[in-house]
């Protein structure tokens, strides 16, 4: 814990020095006019990016995929919007960087190639999928899951309502 708060104390003093060396070069309305803009830019960006992420996750989903490498790029895509928020030139640099594609997929890829990734990762399930490691072996075998069915009779059917007024004038 010491690590991160040394970490956001670290961070803080450097866009600070960076805000105000591009300050004194192009002028403190532009430094500010241009954090503005990046914010702006920046939470669009992870918008867009954010919701082609959740569709495809909501694809994967449907066709019994667990979505676990999509799930850590919408993470990427959420701490990119969070730096973002950071006034600052670093922050958003590096969110920039987070919302590449190829990067997200390889961080998703990193994380879950490693060894605590499939410790923890291979008992993730999934309405229609579920997975499980044989002890002796690496592979991960899935399994469908078939809906439970459905139970009771359904009657399909056409009815007329009659009210007593219609009675009495034919």
């Given at each position: 814990?010491?690590?991160?708060?040394?970490?956001?104390?670290?961070?803080?003093?450097?866009?600070?020095?960076?805000?105000?060396?591009?300050?004194?070069?192009?002028?403190?309305?532009?430094?500010?006019?241009?954090?503005?803009?990046?914010?702006?830019?920046?939470?669009?960006?992870?918008?867009?990016?954010?919701?082609?992420?959740?569709?495809?996750?909501?694809?994967?989903?449907?066709?019994?995929?667990?979505?676990?490498?999509?799930?850590?790029?919408?993470?990427?895509?959420?701490?990119?919007?969070?730096?973002?928020?950071?006034?600052?030139?670093?922050?958003?640099?590096?969110?920039?960087?987070?919302?590449?594609?190829?990067?997200?997929?390889?961080?998703?890829?990193?994380?879950?190639?490693?060894?605590?990734?499939?410790?923890?990762?291979?008992?993730?399930?999934?309405?229609?999928?579920?997975?499980?490691?044989?002890?002796?072996?690496?592979?991960?075998?899935?399994?469908?899951?078939?809906?439970?069915?459905r139970q009771g009779t359904t009657i399909d059917g056409e009815y007329e309502r009659k009210d007593k007024d219609d009675d009495t004038h034919q």
């Amino acid at each position: 814990m010491a690590k991160i708060a040394f970490g956001f104390f670290l961070l803080f003093f450097l866009e600070l020095w960076v805000i105000i060396k591009v300050g004194s070069v192009i002028g403190a309305f532009m430094v500010i006019l241009l954090m503005i803009l990046a914010a702006g830019y920046g939470v669009s960006l992870v918008r867009s990016q954010g919701l082609r992420t959740m569709m495809t996750m909501q694809q994967q989903l449907a066709q019994g995929i667990a979505p676990a490498a999509t799930m850590l790029e919408g993470v990427a895509l959420l701490f990119a919007g969070i730096l973002f928020m950071f006034p600052g030139f670093l922050t958003d640099i590096v969110a920039l960087f987070l919302l590449q594609p190829f990067v997200r997929h390889w961080l998703a890829r990193k994380l879950t190639s490693s060894p605590r990734w499939q410790v923890y990762g291979v008992h993730t399930t999934v309405e229609s999928e579920a997975q499980h490691v044989e002890p002796d072996s690496e592979e991960v075998f899935n399994e469908k899951i078939k809906p439970a069915p459905r139970q009771g009779t359904t009657i399909d059917g056409e009815y007329e309502r009659k009210d007593k007024d219609d009675d009495t004038h034919q």
